[in-house]
């Protein structure tokens, strides 16, 4: 009996992978062009022959790298026959032309290579539509590139106007394109923004880290959610939010959102802000820092600097150095955080260990944004006493008169908003500590002893 034909997998592009160090730019703990080797590997490509770098006080107008070099690549490229050339820089039209012409083989700036993960990566409607217009707006400035073929040619009749006419209307086109995405993306952010609305009564925490950090493992810790989880680059691109209920019992909102990355592209910044935004205007900001990553301070920086592109945020609330486990030097670690100015909690994503410091952490906030009341129940009516239990955290209760409920209970203002709601009259508040932190919630407690 004959076997039914599988499909096969196309065969893995062979990448030749090289770049150039502008500046002060510093060279990567991890060999050259390890980024970018693990970008290639995310893209479904194999890295084949040497990893080509030079250093250069300024990028060279026509070729990015100097003659020598670009020499050296070509003869590297004749002998590794890779299908494409990555340059781990951001190439303007003109370098890119030129560098073709000398290779002889397609080459991919750091950009391009960017834009193609996240388009394997985009699984939403949004992400698709926001991957599609970074890579429009990337396209547009190299039209002329993709259309050599028709140039015009010295004293060749019939070639001069076919190429310039198709140039132009692929101009045009594009510009439409790239308007109706922002039209539909700029839709779709309305309606984010009415569903961030709906929750904004509740505590929520987001987390944000270069990519690769560990935030989907931690996500997964902590909400006990099954989100895709694997050790590369962009593995995750859109924002998830799931529930995390802390060990006193009350439930937070946890975020979590595409990695950042040094030299991430500014198109693709501003065309998935809306997607960031979400995790960006939390209650409460996690860096998570690949702390066993020998270049970890350059890539908190990294982040700290999109940060600031991004948002009011100039430095996140907490610092959280994961895979804890994977380090092999501890006093390096406390170096880098010794001179923080936010808390800073040691934990492992993989094996639970320091999650309970967090925990506390988050209490703490949560404490400082709540109330302390005194909250007085019908004895009879255990409906109510378990509606204030399962509001905020009880720490006494005791019978009055054998007619009443006393309970000591810290609250925040979306809860006692709740609260007063459910109860319709039949609870009486006593207030015995304000919050200590966000004005938005004093409102609730103007009146605290007067029945909701």
């Not at 592009?13 to 390890?34: A, N, S, T, Y």
């Not at 590139?145 to 045009?172: N, S, V």
């Not at 809306?274 to 960006?280: G, M, N, P, R, V």
Request: with cysteine.
């Amino acid at each position: 009996m004959s076997r039914e034909p599988q499909p096969t997998l196309p065969p893995r592009e062979r990448i030749l992978v090289c770049g150039v160090l502008l500046g002060d730019q510093r060279p990567e703990h991890d060999g050259p062009l390890g980024e970018a080797r693990g970008l290639v590997r995310a893209a479904d490509g194999e890295v084949v022959g040497p990893g080509i770098i030079q250093r250069r006080e300024r990028a060279h107008p026509a070729t990015l790298m100097g003659k020598g070099k670009a020499q050296e690549i070509a003869d590297a490229v004749q002998s590794a026959r890779p299908d494409a050339v990555v340059v781990d820089n951001d190439l303007t039209p003109a370098q890119g032309r030129n560098l073709e012409k000398a290779w002889g083989v397609r080459v991919i700036d750091r950009s391009e290579l960017i834009l193609d993960i996240f388009a394997r990566r985009a699984r939403t409607r949004q992400a698709s539509l926001q991957v599609e217009l970074a890579q429009n707006e990337y396209l547009f400035p190299r039209l002329r590139r993709m259309w050599t073929h028709l140039e015009r040619t010295e004293g060749a009749i019939g070639t001069r106007g076919p190429g310039e006419t198709q140039l132009e209307t692929d101009r045009r086109l594009l510009r439409k394109r790239i308007r109706d995405l922002k039209a539909e993306l700029a839709e779709i952010e309305e309606r984010r923004k009415r569903q961030v609305r709906t929750r904004s009564e509740v505590f929520t925490v987001g987390l944000v880290g270069y990519t690769n950090a560990g935030k989907s493992t931690l996500l997964n810790r902590l909400t006990g959610s099954r989100e895709f989880v694997a050790d590369m680059l962009f593995a995750t691109l859109d924002t998830r939010t799931r529930q995390w209920e802390l060990s006193d019992g009350r439930t937070v909102l946890l975020s979590d959102t595409v990695g950042f990355l040094g030299r991430l592209p500014h198109h693709l910044v501003a065309s998935f802000h809306a997607t960031l935004e979400e995790a960006l205007t939390a209650d409460l900001l996690l860096h998570v820092v690949d702390g066993s990553h020998p270049d970890a301070t350059e890539q908190m920086a990294a982040v700290e600097r999109v940060l600031g592109e991004l948002s009011h945020h100039t430095h996140t609330d907490v610092l959280v150095f994961n895979k804890v486990d994977q380090v092999r030097d501890p006093i390096e670690l406390s170096l880098i955080s010794s001179d923080l100015e936010q808390p800073v909690v040691y934990l492992s994503a993989a094996t639970g260990e320091g999650l309970d410091r967090l925990d506390e952490i988050v209490r703490e906030r949560l404490d400082a944004r709540s109330a302390l009341l005194n909250v007085f129940v019908p004895l009879a009516d255990g409906r109510l006493a378990a509606a204030v239990r399962g509001g905020g955290v009880v720490t006494e209760e005791e019978v009055i008169e054998d007619s009443q409920l006393r309970l000591r209970v810290r609250l925040d203002a979306a809860a006692l908003g709740n609260l007063r709601r459910s109860a319709r009259g039949e609870l009486r508040f006593e207030l015995l500590e304000a919050p200590h932190e966000g004005s938005e919630g004093l409102a609730p407690f103007e009146s605290p002893t007067e029945p909701a």
